[in-house]
């Protein structure tokens, strides 16, 4: 019984349905560690004592970060991987596009964009694990490397773009989410959409704010 329905969830997860799944679970994931990231991220608006102390307070969960990070990492993975599957599979079964294109049906620059913007988010998080997570990781060092990283002009204009992306991503991906869980009705959608719209937009500028702040109020001491 149990070879049997190990059997069929595997089979399911090889079909166009089970891969959606599989992007929808992820993409959950990701919303919930964005929404987590950028709670967190705040605290530097109430100055380099409390930032310092919330990095404490997180690398204090010891076991459990190191658990969250690779449980990341393996969503992270799934994703993208069978993001690009099903992106190419799309592009086999229909090799010519359509000769007009609509945003009918959920076809927005957020759903044509995708697998770019995926690629893209993913080439700036191996960046910023670079800069904010291949280091010393004490408090002070990070604020100290958070503080000087995103007071750099070209590293401040890539963290912005790399937000922008961000936004654009999820705004399609939170509706994309609950429409491969069944809830594409008419009665909840226009509210989901707008949720997604609202969180996207939280996100844009709750990220998108902190350099700018880091970099004409902290390093210019009005902070």
Not at 16 to 29: D, E, Q, R, V, Y
Not at 93 to 107: L, M, T
Not at 128 to 151: C, D, G, K, M, W
Not at 184 to 189: A, D, E, L, T
Request: glycine content about 8%; some cysteine.
């Amino acid at each position: 019984m149990l070879e049997w329905q190990m059997n069929w969830f595997f089979d399911m997860l090889k079909t166009p349905i089970g891969k959606k799944l599989l992007m929808a679970i992820t993409g959950f994931g990701f919303l919930f560690f964005l929404l987590i990231h950028l709670i967190g991220n705040l605290t530097i608006y109430g100055g380099k004592s409390l930032f310092i102390s919330y990095v404490a307070h997180l690398h204090a969960l010891g076991p459990l970060v190191a658990i969250s990070e690779f449980g990341l990492l393996l969503f992270a993975a799934i994703h993208i991987t069978t993001g690009l599957i099903l992106f190419l599979e799309n592009k086999i079964a229909r090799p010519i596009g359509y000769a007009v294109k609509k945003n009918a049906g959920g076809r927005t620059l957020g759903s044509a964009t995708m697998p770019y913007t995926g690629v893209l988010i993913l080439c700036f998080i191996i960046l910023h694990l670079i800069n904010f997570r291949f280091i010393e990781q004490t408090p002070q060092i990070i604020y100290q490397a958070v503080s000087h990283t995103l007071s750099m002009l070209p590293y401040v204009i890539i963290y912005i773009a790399a937000v922008i992306l961000v936004a654009l991503h999820v705004r399609h991906g939170f509706w994309s989410l609950f429409q491969t869980l069944g809830a594409n009705h008419v009665k909840y959608m226009p509210v989901i959409q707008t949720i997604g719209i609202t969180f996207a937009v939280l996100v844009a500028l709750g990220f998108g704010f902190i350099p700018i702040y880091i970099s004409y109020f902290m390093q210019k001491g009005i902070s």
